[in-house]
């Protein structure tokens, strides 16, 4: 008689619980979400996601462009003065129960990204717990974001401090897109700086996913603004929209911008 693998067991376990998700996905679709509100694109446009496994379509997307893309960081700049002014302990118990939050989804956040991604679900379930991680490490960094330093010479102290810059235009790949998103989006929140994120259109489900679980968490509406749509669309109108202080951080986040003093000695 033959027995069932563990590893059967598990594949099973994985397609179970991602159907219901995929139910949802095809039924609602996917759109962007500004000001703490779902919407779709002004123009009504959307495009296809489809699964690398084996092309079946996950869901339709909101297609966003320029006006869209205005829209979201319009909300991020109103935003910003908010969240800026928030004292860092309470941003710091906000982006932990956004840590806590993936965590509680970390299951349905491996399988998601197993089919939007085509990556093995070994890797998406670390990647899930490391997004988490990531939240945990800049949210314990939230009161030291700001720091400065103080760096006397002969003559002079050279006094800098730390900053917010404004509202943070994010675009992040498609290859690990929940953890490299958190990698860019934590350290822009932590330091007092509101978000717009574009995510890669060839994976954007957990991106709605990461969107939907800030709001959750109590982050305040605007502080984290998700648009879809295409790399020359969207993603070129948010490189140059005049009021994303820091666009395309396709690899670092700096959230922060140093002022420095020069203080003549008596």
């Given amino acids: 008689m033959d027995k069932t693998s563990p590893t059967s067991d598990l594949f099973q376990a994985n397609r179970d619980r991602a159907a219901p998700l995929l139910a949802k996905l095809k039924e609602t679709g996917i759109g ?12 009504g446009a959307t495009f296809e996601t489809k699964s690398p496994i084996d092309g079946a379509v996950l869901a339709k997307v909101a297609r966003g462009n320029a006006e869209d893309i205005d829209r ?25 129960r956004v840590a806590d939050a993936i965590v509680d ?20 379930a670390k990647a899930a717990i490391r997004a988490a991680e990531n939240f945990r490490f800049f949210a314990d960094k939230c009161t030291e974001a700001r720091d400065g330093l103080n760096t006397p010479s002969e003559e002079h102290w050279n006094i ?65 603004n998700t648009v879809h749509g295409i790399g020359e669309e969207a993603g070129k109108a948010l490189t140059e929209h005049p009021r994303s202080r820091q666009s395309a951080l396709s690899a670092r986040a700096r959230p922060v911008r140093r002022s420095w003093r020069r203080v003549r000695r008596p």
């Fill in 32 to 43: 962007h979400l500004i000001d703490g509100k779902t919407v779709p694109s002004i123009s």
């Fill in 160 to 224: 800098s401090t730390r900053v917010p810059i404004g509202p943070v235009g994010v675009i992040t790949p498609w290859n690990t897109p929940f953890m490299l998103s958190t990698w860019k989006i934590a350290p822009a929140l932590a330091a007092g700086c509101t978000v717009v994120h574009k995510p890669a259109e060839w994976s954007p489900v957990t991106a709605d996913l990461l969107a939907q679980l800030v709001k959750q968490a109590g982050v305040p509406d605007g502080v984290l």
């Fill in 72 to 96: 979201a960081a319009t909300a991020a700049a109103l935003a910003f003065k908010s969240w800026r002014e928030m004292s860092a302990s309470l941003r710091s118990k906000l982006l932990h």
């Fill in 105 to 124: 989804h970390a299951e349905d956040i491996a399988v998601l990204e197993c089919i939007d991604t085509g990556q093995p679900h070994r890797f998406m």
